[in-house]
Nanobody, 126 residues
Framework: VQLQASGGGLVQAGGSLRLSCSVS????????PGWFRQAPGKEREFVAA????????FYADSVKGRFTISRDNAKNTLYLQMSSLRPEDTAVYYC????????????????????WGQGTQVTVSS
């Protein structure tokens, strides 16, 4: 399976962006997909995920209430709607997918995911 992230860019603080992750090779419905990000000089961190077999979502505390993850299985695409962006949201954003039905204790771990996209840069200016 291949993942292709897009939609990043430069935005002012308070603005919005929508990231997309196109999945090819297998249908998105067979995966637990998620978003991670990595800022310069920092470790990769979990952002959001949505369960494979239900609409249940998970968010990092830092983005809860501002970001929304969604999936369109018919289009084989994962989305991350980001609003009220802050300079600290600046990072390279990666989409990832696991063939397993991840649960709360594993969905936030990067090593739970087998497939990764190439990343898309999000820069939020103050």
């Amino acid at each position: 399976v291949q993942l292709q992230a897009s939609g990043g860019g430069l935005v002012q603080a308070g603005g919005s962006l929508r990231l997309s992750c196109s999945v090819s090779g297998r249908t998105l419905s067979t995966y637990t997909p998620g978003w991670f990000r990595q800022a310069p000089g920092k470790e990769r961190e979990f952002v959001a995920a949505i369960r494979r077999d239900s609409p249940q979502t998970f968010y990092a505390d830092s983005v809860k209430g501002r970001f929304t993850i969604s999936r369109d299985n018919a289009k084989n695409t994962l989305y991350l709607q980001m609003s009220s962006l802050r300079p600290e949201d600046t990072a390279v954003y990666y989409c990832a997918a696991s063939p397993l039905e991840l649960i709360a204790s594993t969905v936030r771990r990067g090593d739970s995911y087998d497939y990764w996209g190439q990343g898309t840069q999000v820069t939020v200016s103050s």
